[in-house]
T-cell receptor, first 112, second 113 residues
Framework: DGGITQSPKYLFRKEGQNVTLSCEQN?????MYWYRQDPGQGLRLIYY???????QKGDIAEGYSVSREKKESFPLTVTSAQKNPTAFYLC???????????FGSGTRLTVV | KQEVTQIPAALSVPEGENLVLNCSFT??????LQWFRQDPGKGLTSLLL?????REQTSGRLNASLDKSSGRSTLYIAASQPGDSATYLC????????????FGKGTRLHILP
């Protein structure tokens, strides 16, 4: 079955550590997106990529970094510069502007 | 700047009732509008996608309508069931080169058995 796989489901980060969240899709979608979800805040866009080797900052990119070396993969690194990283992170993909978004099942990141 | 609003933020109704969830947006220049469902701690599941040229889409007990000129969409759920309890989000895909969909904050729905 085609879809988006996010891993791990739960992730714990110590203060000062960088961690990387994985997002892989086998839908042959060109565009991929990372969102952060906090209670009462709704979904906020971190980064997005419309083609391989290209990506743009979203609304809250500070403290995060991404890469898009392969069409199928769009990993998100939460760096130590992100002061409040505890949140639920969602990855999405889309094939084009006339189509909808498909989401993964999310990664819950907690700072310990 | 496009803004998406969903009212009410939360809704509780008895099982079996038909209900309507509302979504409004400020800029009518959109490619499409998508309704999602989110269960606690889970990702988003797409329910219905309405293109800007369409007036409505149906899937089972769900019907979504779109009125671009007034900036409104509704999600109609017929014969509600406890399993429909979830948060429902709408999202619009703006026209133009800025290909980033914009979400409302959602309506948290609780169906009372």
């Amino acid at each position: 079955d085609g879809g988006i796989t996010q891993s791990p489901k739960y992730l714990f980060r110590k203060e000062g550590q960088n961690v990387t969240l994985s997002c892989e899709q086998n839908l042959n979608h060109d565009a991929m997106y990372w969102y952060r979800q906090d209670p009462g805040q709704g979904l906020r866009l971190i980064y997005y990529s419309q083609i391989v080797n290209d990506f743009q900052k979203g609304d809250i990119a500070e403290g995060y970094s991404v890469s898009r070396e392969k069409k199928e993969s769009f990993p998100l690194t939460v760096t130590s510069a992100q002061k409040n990283p505890t949140a639920f992170y969602l990855c999405a993909s889309s094939i084009g502007t006339s189509y909808g978004y498909t989401f993964g099942s999310g990664t819950r990141l907690t700072v310990v | 700047k496009q803004e998406v609003t969903q009212i009410p933020a939360a809704l509780s109704v008895p099982e079996g009732e038909n209900l309507v969830l509302n979504c409004s947006f400020t800029d009518s220049a959109i490619y499409n509008l998508q309704w999602f469902r989110q269960d606690p701690g889970k990702g988003l599941t797409s329910l219905l996608l309405i293109q800007s040229s369409q007036r409505e889409q149906t899937s089972g007990r769900l019907n979504a309508s779109l009125d671009k000129s007034s900036g409104r969409s509704t999600l109609y759920i017929a014969a509600s069931q406890p399993g429909d309890s979830a948060t429902y989000l709408c999202a619009v895909r703006p026209g133009g080169r800025d290909d980033k969909i914009i979400f409302g904050k959602g309506t948290r729905l609780h169906i009372l058995p």
